[in-house]
């Protein structure tokens, strides 16, 4: 009988000043928690890399933190254009940003990678014109 | 380093949190790419950029960096400064170039490299 706990957050897609506003609050969230903080920094990276590539590619979406006592699982849901080549999409490097999101700053075609390399688990589900949705969890045990 | 030697040695104004002046940094890290600062975390990191903009300071806050260097003089915004202090993140604003200002640091003992895995 674990208790899970969920935190919902709607990724305003039109503001890019505020994109990040909700990985911030998570990691308020999980710091009140008590949580281990290189594990509040896995989780923190990893679901603010999400809320960029919803505000620069998606047109915003909502994200969603379920923790259990095993992991900190993070929904990342859009209605995006979708990803074409998710295995394109993951290489280091590669990015379809435009010179307008490098000039902010992102767009190094880091974000997948850097998704990946904070998380225990990660799933990508997307489909051209529909949407994607983005699965990871970071382990507690 | 203390954030006051990185100050001095870079001739920075302090853009805010004054008071946390003699905080230690262990690493550093310069670059306008946002997503190469996240991709490796370092331990009490200062970053050094050219970039202004909102997301620096967030950048930083997800990486519990507790400093940040702006180099060629640029200033962050009031918006930047509010989100800072909230986050008790010293802002710096140096009139050196980047290259220079990394230099500076690395040749008197920042060598930025004590990378943590996660």
Known sequence: ?141 | MKISTIKELLKAEIVCCEDMLEHEVFSACGSDMMSDVLAYVKDQAVLLTGLVNSQVIRTAEMMDMNCIVFVRSKMPTAEMIELAKDSGIVLLATPKRMYEACGILYSNGLVGNRVKNV
Do not use: C, W
């Open chain 1, 1 to 141: 009988m674990s208790e899970v706990l969920n935190f919902h957050f709607v990724v305003n897609g039109e503001d890019f000043t505020s994109a990040g506003q909700a990985s911030m609050m998570m990691k308020r969230n999980l710091r009140q928690l008590g949580m281990p903080p290189e594990i509040i920094r896995q989780v923190s990276i990893a679901m603010y890399e999400g809320e960029i590539n919803m505000v620069i590619h998606a047109g915003g979406g909502e994200a969603d933190v379920n923790v259990t006592e095993e992991y900190i699982e993070i929904i990342l849901a859009d209605k995006g254009p979708g990803i074409k080549d998710i295995e394109q999409a993951m290489q280091e490097g590669f990015s379809t940003a435009t010179d307008s999101i490098r000039s902010l700053g992102f767009g190094a075609g880091m974000g997948l990678p850097n998704m990946k390399r904070y998380t225990d688990y990660m799933d990508i589900d997307s489909e051209v014109g529909v949407g994607t949705t983005i699965t990871m969890r970071i382990n507690l045990q």
